[in-house]
Nanobody
Framework: QVQLVESGGGLVQTGGSLRLSCAAS????????MGWYRQAPGKQRELVAA???????NYADSVKGRFAISRDNAKSTVYLQMNSLKPEDTAVYYC?????????????WGRGTQVTVSS
């Protein structure tokens, strides 16, 4: 199993910045992908950014050029640097980790952290 704990959310004005952190514990060696998803009220959960063990990165089109995902050398902590924030970025942000066991993917989630961008 993998446990995920997010931090860094809060209230920020339009144009401001926040950095989210996600610390993973447990079966770290089995993690293949870590990333961030977000969900706004009335909307489906969507991918924001993800990074694989072999360093491939995907971003949602809506955050390209504004957000950056990174991780530490041990690949147990992932960060999301968010710049030029907009009210449309307001959502609960969830950390995600995927593990590979016997060719089957298991998904793990943090409890989420609220990001609110005021106009």
């Amino acid at each position: 199993q993998v446990q995920l704990v997010e931090s860094g959310g809060g209230l920020v004005q339009t144009g401001g910045s926040l950095r989210l952190s996600c610390a993973a514990s447990g079966s770290i060696g089995r993690i293949n992908t870590m990333g961030w998803y977000r969900q706004a009220p009335g909307k489906q959960r969507e991918l924001v950014a993800a990074i694989t063990r072999d360093d491939k990165i995907n971003y949602a089109d809506s955050v390209k050029g504004r957000f950056a995902i990174s991780r530490d050398n041990a690949k147990s902590t992932v960060y999301l640097q968010m710049n030029s924030l907009k009210p449309e970025d307001t959502a609960v942000y969830y950390c995600n980790a995927d593990t590979i066991m016997e060719y089957k993917v298991s998904r793990f989630w943090g409890r989420g952290t609220q990001v609110t961008v005021s106009s």
